[in-house]
């Protein structure tokens, strides 16, 4: 079974850190999505790209977060500097085709104190 | 803009009762529609397709284009049926995927 590997799992930092999560999308899939859940606001959509290229990043606070990906392999989440609202499971997608769906990374766990 | 309402937070049923959760969408154009299940503090897995129309664990959803709805629904509860449940949107007109705000099913013995 493919699968969307995401690291760290948990993250533990003191506020006013970077921190950056990563996301490896299933092969050969062009689609990644980043999404953020917590039990206030539920799931939130960041930012996605499509064939590498951002499309949508309106869900992210631009002065602290940023989003990208290299190369076909790997995206990346970065928060400079964090903040402890910043807490929160941090979730990576993929997909290629809309209509068969995205498949969801096991989530990297912020804490920030 | 697009939209995915689930007006239910929490579903308690006994084992063995029906379910219906509940899923109603905003979107002018064509519609794909998904439910997606997260076991507790795991990852999000998909759990149907509208387009696939196939029952998965026994789980069958059905596009309503009329109503626009598309609940989830399942003859007899298990107790591993226990999880949150999320409905899902997308479209031709547009990429991203919106959620709904989740239902927790949960299910007693």
């Known amino acids: 079974d493919a699968r969307v590997t995401q690291t760290p799992r948990h993250k533990v930092t003191e506020m006013g850190q970077e921190v950056t999560m990563r996301c490896q999308p299933i092969l050969g899939h062009n689609t990644v999505f980043w999404y953020r859940q917590t039990m206030m606001q539920g799931l939130e959509l960041l930012a996605y790209?499509?064939?590498?290229?951002?499309?949508?990043d309106s869900g992210m606070p631009k002065d602290r977060f940023s989003a990208e990906m290299p190369d076909a392999t790997l995206a990346t989440l970065k928060i400079q500097p964090s903040e402890p609202r910043d807490s929160a499971v941090y979730f990576c997608a993929s997909g290629l085709a809309q209509q068969n769906g995205y498949t969801f990374g096991s989530g990297t766990r912020l804490t920030v104190v | 803009a697009q939209r995915v309402t689930q007006p239910e937070k929490l579903l308690s049923v006994f084992k063995g009762a029906p379910v219906e959760l509940k899923c109603n969408y905003s979107y002018s154009g064509s519609p794909e529609l998904f439910w997606y299940v997260q076991y507790s503090r795991q990852r999000l897995q998909l759990l149907l397709r509208h387009i696939s129309r196939e029952s998965i664990k026994g789980f069958t959803a059905d596009l309503n284009k009329g109503e626009t709805s598309f609940h989830l629904k399942k003859p007899f509860a298990q107790e591993e049926d226990s999880a949150m449940y999320y409905c899902?949107?997308?479209?031709?007109?547009?990429?991203?995927?919106?959620f709904g705000t989740g239902t927790r099913l949960l299910v007693s013995p």
């Open positions: 899902a949107l997308t479209g031709t007109g547009f990429q991203k995927l919106v």
């Open positions: 790209f499509r064939n590498r290229a951002p499309l949508d």
